[in-house]
């Protein structure tokens, strides 16, 4: 049995390190991304359940193991609609083990755990740790499980023995996950999301890009400089222009949607992804994004005056199969240097190889 329980735990651990790597940064959201991401975490949740399954313990008949912790697994981490289809697959896959009875029982213990969890996780959340919610929902999971068992086939003395060892052995588990998860996001955010900013980086715009261009999704580029941002840094101080800084991203942002999206190259510069064909849109919306900018104002005061109005130069280029980020990168910064030579505070269009 101690096997078995190991096996479990293993299979989850493991589980929940690939789920983890794979959405190690952020991806776009793109109709090709969306089917992808939910064939592949469908197929994950059920390779899980039917390792689960493998390796359960067997008594008397019955086959005990760790799916009631991997419905709680699926309902914090994972969307519904994968959640359901993973718990469909693993759930009917059961019947190839044989005991219908049991397998019937599985399928109709795991959907209705599963839709209950997801209503109870909906209406508890933020009002609570992140850690009580997980042990909350294990233990309406386990609880549940239990209560079903002992109402469809009885419970024989023999058996609380397992579901006690199951349970302890659970509870471990779910510290080691929860701390295994922290950990490993961490070190996923210090990679991925600039420290100062707290807006994606270098590494995950590039990232980003080489999806797109896989994916064959024209978009909109743009590079963004905060104008006259040296001079407030040797004026007013560093700790001012760190200031700056922050609030420029904070108002980009709040711009961000499943459409668009920010980062920080470094020092002032910011760059930007706008998945769309059209200019018109592209161009309004980041006009939009230069206004707001135009609005930031910071506390820092030098003889009575304060930093009222920041503005911002924007440079950017239409990206489509015909034109390798590099080559964007270079034609968004000579757009970027074009409207900076308009005396700044404006946007300029640089035309790629494909005509706008």
Known sequence: MIVEILANMAILLIGNYLYLIKHSSRVISTLMSFWKNMLQDSLLLSIQGVLLINYAVVFSGGRYDFRFLLLVIIVEYYDFQVGLIGTLLFSIIRFAWGGTAHAWFILFYCLVTLFLLYFVKKNIKNRISK?????????????????????????????????????????????VLFKFVQDVRRAQEVANIDFLTHLYNRRTLYSNANQLFTEKVNYWFTMMDIDFFKTYNDVFGHEIGDQILEEVARTLTSYESSKIYFYRLGGDEFAGIIVSDEFNDAYNKLEEVRVAVSKVSVNGQLNSESIEHVTASLGMVFVDKSLNFKEALTLADKALYEAKGLGRNHIFVKESKTKI
């Open 131 to 175: 850690l009580i919610e997980i042990l909350l929902l294990d233990f309406i999971s386990f609880a549940l499980f239990v209560a079903l068992s002992v109402l469809t086939f009885g419970m024989p003395k023999p058996l609380l023995s397992i579901y006690m060892s199951l349970f302890l052995a659970n509870l471990i588990m779910i510290l």
